[in-house]
């Protein structure tokens, strides 16, 4: 028996994490052991970024170049992955991308969301196209199981007519050896003076892109009577990012409105830590790391009350509507200035992410894995 794992994706941001990434990099080192079928591969023609895994983890490699590849695959489904890198019994794609293998391989995808799919306004032509590449509808229909990382993205599979049968949930646990209470004081004041960050701040911590409403965060701050608050807006510059920066700069409070830039993973639970309030109204999420992981730095969040962050988070967050901008507004008063509301949140909070562990969802998605292997599912 013989399970390929897809590990492209951890080659595309050179070493700068985000939620795929951090997807894999927690879940795959739980699977893999001596006694499991699993083995990575990826495609670089140059030399790229690419995690060390335990020794008993086999990470094969082709030097095709990548724009060949994907449109030699996305187009003409050539070359079959077996032919690369041998024959196997399943592929797991932790992330969709171009693929082509032969029709008695078991396919596997891990579905993060459906936002290229339903919302294409949320990108840029250049991602627009690279998504048409991917052939969502259809890959997930070629599937033989699709992991869904919570119940509304299943939600969404079914709606793309993808069969219920073969989506299995499983969500995304939580790091807490590096995300919890024992952050120390000096931790806390060495990633703001590396930083450069203020006392206190509201965070934002995401790719730089429209679906994560970083503007109307921006909208909402400014409209907020705190001369000692900042906003902190942290995670490296994707796509159509160029609205936030002209909202921020043309701001009244621009002066406090800060970009530092991607934070380092091993940075970012001290950077939560130090926050006064966490926020994170995406417009769509199929999950959402970040609410989760200020809940167990005991940080109050304000998230969105669409999508999947209503489900993932329940009661321990401050849920808001992203579109209704006093909602907002407040929210981050009634954070900032009401010491029981937070200490609500907070208790609530800590309570909540017990529930999520890399360990849990590791074992149901290599056991779900290998019964596909063995024809059982």
Known sequence: MK???????????????????????NVLPEMISEEKPFTGFYNSFKD??????????????????????????????????????????????????PFAIRKNTKLAITAHDLSPVLHPEYYSLKRRIWHWLIKHKSSFKRADLVFAISEYTKNDLIALGVDPKKILVVKHGLNHELFNTNITDEKK??????????????????????????????????????????????????????????????????????????????????????AHIVCYASFYEGFGFVPLEAMACAVP???????????????????????????LVSAINALNTDFELREHFIKKGLAHVQGFSWQQSASEISRALIQLAENKV
């Open 3 to 25: 399970i390929m794992v897809d590990l492209r994706s951890l080659m595309e941001t050179g070493g700068k994490i985000s939620g795929v990434e951090n997807y894999l990099l």
């Open 48 to 97: 790229v970024y690419m995690p060390n895994f335990k020794a008993n983890f086999k990470v094969l490699r082709r030097s095709i170049p990548n724009k060949i590849l994907n449109t030699s695959l996305a187009f003409f489904s050539l070359p079959k992955f077996e032919n690369l890198f041998g024959s196997f019994d399943v592929l797991w794609m932790p992330d969709l991308r």
């Open 189 to 274: 004041r060495a990633v703001r003076i590396k930083y450069k960050l203020p006392e206190k701040f509201i965070l934002s911590v995401s790719t730089v892109e429209p679906r994560k409403n970083i503007q109307g965060l921006i909208a909402g701050f400014e409209r907020i009577n705190d001369p000692d608050l900042y906003l902190v807006i942290a995670g490296r510059l994707g796509w159509l990012y160029k609205g936030v920066l002209e909202l921020a700069n043309n701001s009244s409070k621009r002066e406090r409105i800060i970009f530092p830039g991607y934070v380092e993973e091993a940075d970012k639970p001290a950077l939560i830590s130090s």
């Open 301 to 327: 969040v304000i998230t969105s009350a669409r999508t999947a962050m209503a489900e993932i988070c329940a009661d321990a967050a401050l849920l808001v509507e992203p579109m209704q901008l006093p909602e």
